[in-house]
T-cell receptor, first 116, second 115 residues
Framework: ETGVTQSPTHLIKTRGQQVTLRCSSQ?????VSWYQQALGQGPQFIFQ???????GRGNFPPRFSGLQFPNYSSELNVNALELDDSALYLC???????????????FGPGTRLTVT | AQTVTQSQPEMSVQEAETVTLSCTYD???????LFWYKQPPSRQMILVIR??????QNATENRFSVNFQKAAKSFSLKISDSQLGDAAMYFC????????????FGKGTRLSVIA
């Protein structure tokens, strides 16, 4: 069984640019959650995708958007980058069964985004 | 909204000794899950241990065990026989048991292991 993978590992962008981060979920998982982890902080929930639809969102502005594909991989897009967007972006996948119950979230290694 | 508090920004322990990391949380729910995650310098968040709130018995995983006090809303992690590889950031996290809800994390505790 393959684990959660993320790409790229790190990247540097300029304020005002747009960025796309990618995540491949663990085999058999149907839900992907994205978290932002600022330096020295715990991860903060951005949003979650279940079966290609967003089904939960944290306190992040609309310039943070995402997609989930039929193979359950996912993208996180951030428009109009700001300096405060510099952080580690973590993707986590999990299996959600029909009743809504879910199992543990398994995390990828993250993408380190630096905005200059 | 649920909150998770880790009051110890940094801890250190001698190799082979025991250390306890503290975590408190606030919730009005009765059914939920609590987790400890380890984040080494490689950045990958690794699940250490999980506790279901409806279970009175404390979870254990090899050298890792928890002290879950539901009434006090406390969830501490005990690491026995500490090893150099245990050095990492440790995050306490909460998740509601109702539906497909996200994890709520504390700010973390940095654990150093001294040889």
């Amino acid at each position: 069984e393959t684990g959660v993978t993320q790409s790229p590992t790190h990247l540097i962008k300029t304020r005002g640019q747009q960025v796309t981060l990618r995540c491949s979920s663990q085999s058999g998982h149907n839900t992907v959650s994205w978290y932002q982890q600022a330096l020295g902080q715990g991860p903060q929930f951005i949003f979650q995708y279940y079966r290609e639809e967003e089904n939960g969102r944290g306190n992040f502005p609309p310039r943070f958007s995402g997609l989930q594909f039929p193979n359950y991989s996912s993208e996180l897009n951030v428009n109009a980058l700001e300096l405060d967007d510099s952080a580690l972006y973590l993707c986590a996948s999990s299996l959600v069964i029909r009743t809504g119950s879910s199992y543990e979230q398994y995390f990828g290694p993250g993408t380190r985004l630096t905005v200059t | 909204a649920q909150t998770v508090t880790q009051s110890q920004p940094e801890m250190s322990v001698q190799e082979a000794e025991t250390v306890t990391l503290s975590c408190t949380y606030d919730t009005s729910e009765s059914d939920y899950y609590l987790f400890w995650y380890k984040q080494p310098p490689s950045r990958q968040m690794i699940l250490v241990i999980r506790q279901e709130a409806y279970k009175q018995q404390n979870a254990t995983e090899n050298r890792f065990s928890v002290n879950f006090q539901k009434a006090a809303k406390s969830f501490s992690l005990k690491i026995s026989d500490s090893q150099l590889g245990d050095a990492a950031m440790y995050f306490c996290a909460y998740r509601s048991a109702s539906g497909n809800t996200p994890l709520v994390f504390g700010k973390g505790t940095r654990l150093s292991v001294i040889a």
